[in-house]
């Protein structure tokens, strides 16, 4: 199998950044990908980010497997002793329940600033996460929701991405860095299925092949019924029943594997989960 080759080069100057603003921070909120939240849960947070209160989102869950979501959200809960919680940015319910948590978990801080005779300020929240499972969807949904409220407020450092969300709660976002090590092809591999890792990283289609098999695996058949496909399934068939042709007659297995990961992507074969929970 094609390899993917995991490349800290922009990211590691991401995380020295993030590991400079930290000392700041009262609370971090880290944003999971629902769909493969082991995989996209950093290996070893603590390290990165020291033990700040956290609160753990699984966004995206309206595109995950509702059971398989239930499950993960106890098991995430149990092993991080975190507050875990499952998000859609396209949901407001889960935005009050974000910023309720915060909120709180950011009280003894500010308790603690009180009672040394210092003014209360708002709680401050770094939002970080891998690329693309939402960050600054939910941050931009959070803005919008209460800017009718409250608005852009003097002391807010635009150009270090710091919004005022409310009175009480101030939001970093941070771009999505990668460990910098990943030793697991597998998890490589799933976090290139839900685009976290640019196109230019991997073989487009080692990544579908890779796809297909996972889904065979977790949901036999589910892609045999969508392509209407009776025999094997494998980005050939599917390029030749779809009629993506090149020159020769040939399958175009570079638009179907193209196709395929983006059918995933914006959820057309269901609410699937690929980090199978046991
Ligand atoms: N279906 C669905 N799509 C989402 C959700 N949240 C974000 N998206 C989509 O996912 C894509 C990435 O969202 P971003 O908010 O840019 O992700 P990010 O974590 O800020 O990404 P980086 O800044 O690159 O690290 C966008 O196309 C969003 O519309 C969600 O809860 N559900
Ligand atoms: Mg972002």
Known sequence: MEHIHWYPGH??????????????????????????????MYPDIKKLLGDKPRLILMNKADLADIEQTKKWQETIKD????????????????????LNKVTELGQPKIIALVKKGLLPRAVRVMVV???????????????????????????????QQWVRINPKVDLLDTPGIIPLKQEDQDKAYKLAFV???????????AVASKFITDMN?????LLKEYYSLD??????????????????????????????LNDFRVG????????KHE
């Open 11 to 40: 990211i590691a100057k991401a995380e020295k950044k993030l590991k400079e603003q930290i000392n700041i921070v009262d609370v971090v909120i880290e944003v999971l990908d629902a769909r493969i939240p082991e995989s996209s």
């Open 79 to 98: 092993k991080t002793k975190c507050f875990v919680l499952p998000t859609s940015a396209n949901d407001n319910k889960d935005l009050s329940k974000i």
């Open 129 to 159: 996460g891998m690329p693309n499972v939402g960050k600054s969807s939910i941050i931009n949904k959070l803005i919008k929701k209460t800017k009718a409220k409250t608005g852009a407020k003097a002391g807010v450092t635009r150009d």
């Open 195 to 205: 685009d976290s890792i640019g196109e230019n990283a991997y073989d487009v289609e």
């Open 217 to 221: 695996n977790t949901y036999p058949d």
């Open 231 to 260: 025999d094997e399934i494998n980005i050939e068939t599917i390029a030749l029943k779809r009629n993506w042709i090149v020159a020769g007659a040939k399958a175009d297995t570079k638009r179907a594997a193209q196709n395929i």
């Open 268 to 275: 057309r074969f269901g609410r699937l989960t690929l980090d």
